[in-house]
C-alpha cells in the first residue's frame, strides 16, 4: 500500500493543509483517521454555502418583492449575525453602485430636476394658452362656425408648432454646453 500524502490526509477529511499542521502541532496524529476525525469534529464547524443559502435570508420581502435600499439598512442595523449583516452590506453596496451607474446613463433622474422640466413645460403650455385667449378673439368676430374653425387652425397650429419647436428647452441639461446656431 502506497504511503498517504498530507494532500491525501486532507481530501479524506475536508480540510487544509494549515489545518492538518495545526491538529499535528497541537499533538493529533494526521494518519490516525480516527483520531484526526474526532479531532475535527470538535472544531467549531465552518459555515457550509447550503446552510448559509437555508440560514440566511434572502433580500425579498415577505410578498416577494426585492427590498428596498432603506429596508436593507434597517435589516442590516438588526441583523442577528455577522454573516448576514456582511451580507445585507454587501448588497446595500451592489444597490448603491446600481443607482451611481443608472444615474451616469441618465435612466434615474434627480426629482429636483424632474419638477424643474415639469415647471418649464407648465409656463410653455400657460404661455400658449394665454397667446390662444388673446389671439383667438378678434379673428372670430362675425364668423360663423365653420368660419371660426378655418380662422382658427392657422392659430392654433402656429402654437403647436412653437411648443414643438420648445420642446428640446424642455428636456435640456443645465451640465449640457448650448449647440450654436
Not at 403647436?160 to 449647440?179: T, V
Amino acid at each position: 500500500m502506497p504511503k498517504r500524502t498530507y494532500k491525501d490526509i486532507c481530501g479524506i477529511h475536508n480540510i487544509t493543509r494549515a489545518i492538518c499542521d495545526y491538529a499535528k502541532a497541537e499533538g493529533v496524529n494526521p494518519f490516525n483517521d480516527a483520531e484526526m476525525s474526532k479531532w475535527v469534529a470538535a472544531r467549531r464547524k465552518k459555515n457550509d454555502s447550503k446552510a448559509n443559502s437555508q440560514t440566511v435570508p434572502t433580500a425579498e420581502d415577505s410578498e416577494g418583492k426585492p427590498l428596498t435600499l432603506e429596508q436593507l439598512e434597517v435589516e442590516l442595523s438588526a441583523a442577528p449575525t455577522p454573516q448576514i449583516a456582511q451580507m445585507r452590506k454587501i448588497q446595500i453596496s451592489g444597490l448603491r453602485e446600481g443607482l451611481k451607474f443608472r444615474q451616469e446613463r441618465s435612466e434615474l433622474i434627480p426629482l429636483g430636476e424632474v419638477k424643474e422640466r415639469d415647471t418649464r413645460i407648465a409656463n410653455a403650455v400657460r404661455a400658449a394658452c394665454i397667446k390662444l385667449e388673446n389671439d383667438l378673439p378678434p379673428k372670430g368676430v362675425g364668423l360663423d362656425e365653420a368660419g371660426m374653425q378655418k380662422a382658427f387652425r392657422p392659430v392654433i397650429r402656429q402654437i403647436l408648432m412653437d411648443l414643438a419647436d420648445g420642446q428640446s428647452e424642455f428636456w435640456k441639461d443645465k451640465d449640457q454646453p448650448e449647440e450654436k446656431k
